[in-house]
C-alpha cells in the first residue's frame, strides 16, 4: 500500500507492506468465533479499529474462507483493492472506487441488481453508504464493512451519529434488526517473536444487544457482553487478560489499555487461579 505525497518541496512516500497470500484467521490468531460470522446468511458485520489495526487484512481473510469453502456470488468495493480474490468455490466481482464506481453508496445499489449473496463495502464513511449497506443487509444480503473507532459500542453509536436527530431513531430501528456483530481489533507488538498480535474485542447482537440499540442505551452493551462468552463474546479486558498470560503483555502494561481495570484485574486473578490450582 503506497501513499505519494509532496514534503518541504520534494515527493515522499509512505509503503506498508501487504502479504501476497492470505493467511487464515488462524494465522492471523484472530479468535476462532470469528468464523461465525462467515457462516451467517444475512446482515451486517463491521470491523472496526484505528488505521493500521489490520481491518483490511481480517476482512480478506473472511472473505477467502467465504470464496474457499462456500458457492456464492461475492462483490467487493474496495478504495483501493489490495488483496485480488481468485474465483475458487465462489465467484468474486471486486471493484473499485473511482476507477469502476463513482461512490460506495452508488455501488452498493448497483450492486443488489446482480444478485450478490456477499457484499463487502470497503469503509462507512459517510451516510449515503450507511444507508445503502443497511438496505443490503435488510434485503437478504451478508455485508461486511469497516469503521475508524476503537470499540465495539463505538461503532455503534459512531454509525448512528452520522444522521440527524430525525433520522437516527429510524436507524437504531434497521440496526437492531439487521446488525450481526462487530469485531474491534487492535495490533500489539509481540516480544517473543518481534511480530504483532491483534487485541480482539467481539460483540455477537443478540435479542438483548438488539432492545439496547433501539431503545437507545448503546452504553449498557458493555454489561451484555461480559456474560456472553458462551456465546462468543469477548470484551477487551477479556482479551488482554489472554495476552498477559501468554507473555505478550505484562499486567502493568495492560492496566492502561484497559476500559475496566476492575475487570481486568478480576480476569487476571481467574487465570491465575485456574493456574494455580491445575499445578496441584
Do not use: W
Amino acid at each position: 500500500r503506497v501513499n505519494i505525497y509532496r514534503d518541504r518541496g520534494n515527493v515522499s512516500f509512505a509503503i506498508r507492506l501487504l502479504d501476497n497470500e492470505f493467511q487464515t484467521l488462524e494465522q492471523l490468531n484472530l479468535p476462532e468465533q470469528l468464523r461465525n460470522f462467515i457462516a451467517m446468511p444475512d446482515g451486517l458485520v463491521l470491523i472496526t479499529g484505528p488505521t493500521g489495526s489490520g481491518k483490511t487484512t481480517t476482512l480478506a481473510s473472511l472473505i477467502n474462507q467465504i470464496n474457499h469453502d462456500q458457492t456464492k456470488h461475492i462483490i467487493t468495493i474496495e478504495d483501493p483493492i489490495e488483496y485480488v480474490h481468485r474465483n475458487q468455490q465462489s465467484l468474486v466481482h471486486q471493484r473499485e472506487l473511482y476507477t469502476d464506481v463513482p461512490t460506495f453508496g452508488d455501488a452498493v445499489r448497483s450492486s443488489l441488481r446482480e444478485d450478490p449473496d456477499v457484499i463487502l463495502v470497503g469503509e462507512m464513511r459517510d451516510a449515503e453508504t450507511i444507508r445503502a449497506a443497511v438496505t443490503a443487509a435488510e434485503t437478504g444480503h451478508l455485508v461486511f464493512s469497516t469503521l475508524h473507532t476503537g470499540d465495539c459500542v463505538g461503532a455503534i453509536d459512531r454509525m448512528i451519529g452520522v444522521f440527524d436527530a430525525e433520522e437516527q431513531l429510524a436507524l437504531r430501528q434497521q440496526l437492531s434488526m439487521v446488525l450481526r456483530g462487530v469485531v474491534a481489533q487492535h495490533l500489539i507488538k509481540d516480544p517473543r517473536t518481534g511480530g504483532r498480535v491483534p487485541l480482539s474485542e467481539i460483540l455477537f447482537v443478540n435479542p438483548a444487544v438488539a432492545n439496547l440499540i433501539r431503545t437507545s442505551k448503546s452504553a449498557q452493551i458493555y454489561s451484555i457482553m461480559e456474560l456472553g462468552s458462551l456465546e462468543g463474546m469477548q470484551t477487551a479486558e477479556y482479551a488482554l487478560a489472554d495476552l498477559v498470560a501468554n507473555g505478550v503483555l505484562t499486567e502493568s502494561q495492560a492496566m492502561p489499555m484497559a476500559r475496566d481495570q476492575r475487570a481486568l484485574k478480576t480476569r487476571l486473578d481467574r487465570l491465575r487461579g485456574f493456574e494455580v490450582f491445575g499445578n496441584q
